[in-house]
T-cell receptor
Framework: GAGVSQSPSNKVTEKGKDVELRCDPI?????LYWYRQRLGQGLEFLIY????????KSGLPSDRFSAERTGESVSTLTIQRTQQEDSAVYLC???????????FGPGTRLTVL | QQQVKQSPQSLIVQKGGISIINCAYE??????FPWYQQFPGKGPALLIA?????SEKKEGRFTISFNKSAKQFSLHIMDSQPGDSATYFC??????????FGSGTRLLVRP
């Protein structure tokens, strides 16, 4: 079946604007994760959804970051009032359920000018 | 406590050689240790993983060695090929089911 998909693949925005990044997990996967990968660095956990449980938001770097998930499908990561330090690749992953293997999407490359 | 330290940052190996990447952790609650391979412009893909109740796991040319007492684990790529050139990340799963990633190793296998 199809893997994890993310859109857009690239996003260029101006400092101060809001952006929305979308993730479509693998069908049937109840767990969904967002990570941030800065240039040349490892992945940094942001937030994780498991079914109908309250999300684990412990990795969100500031209150400008938020994420939603509709049931067990699409998730949207929103960054408000973007800053240059938000420039990174944002990766989404899904798993059948936590803590099963996480499958990653191709990421959204965000550039804040 | 939540860190996973990975080395080296970059590695150059001749075709046919052995590539070795090392990781160390502090949190003894970690109980699942995957390795991911990432090609440019792609998301990471699971390569091989191990749980702390075994000391070694081999899948084809890829082997994980795990030393629970030293809190270290390593990836060995035997007979390295140019197609193995990629960035490799070790990771550890914490008790909240979050993956904690190492900083990555950029591997280049010369023909």
């Amino acid at each position: 079946g199809a893997g994890v998909s993310q859109s857009p693949s690239n996003k260029v925005t101006e400092k101060g604007k809001d952006v929305e990044l979308r993730c479509d997990p693998i069908s049937g996967h109840t767990a969904l994760y967002w990570y941030r990968q800065r240039l040349g660095q490892g992945l940094e956990f942001l937030i994780y959804f498991q079914g109908n449980s309250a999300p684990d938001k412990s990795g969100l770097p500031s209150d400008r970051f938020s994420a939603e998930r509709t049931g067990e499908s699409v998730s949207t990561l929103t960054i408000q009032r973007t800053q240059q330090e938000d420039s990174a690749v944002y990766l989404c992953a899904s798993s059948l359920q936590a803590p099963d293997t996480q499958y990653f999407g191709p990421g959204t490359r965000l550039t804040v000018l | 406590q939540q860190q996973v330290k990975q080395s080296p940052q970059s590695l150059i190996v001749q075709k046919g050689g052995i590539s070795i990447i090392n990781c160390a952790y502090e949190n003894t609650a970690f109980d699942y240790f995957p390795w991911y391979q990432q090609f440019p412009g792609k998301g990471p893909a699971l390569l091989i993983a191990i749980r702390p109740d075994v000391s070694e796991k081999k899948e084809g040319r890829f082997t994980i060695s795990f030393n629970k007492s030293a809190k270290q684990f390593s990836l060995h790529i035997m007979d390295s090929q140019p197609g193995d050139s990629a960035t490799y990340f070790c990771a550890a799963l914490d008790s909240s089911y979050k993956l904690i990633f190492g900083s990555g190793t950029r591997l280049l296998v010369r023909p």
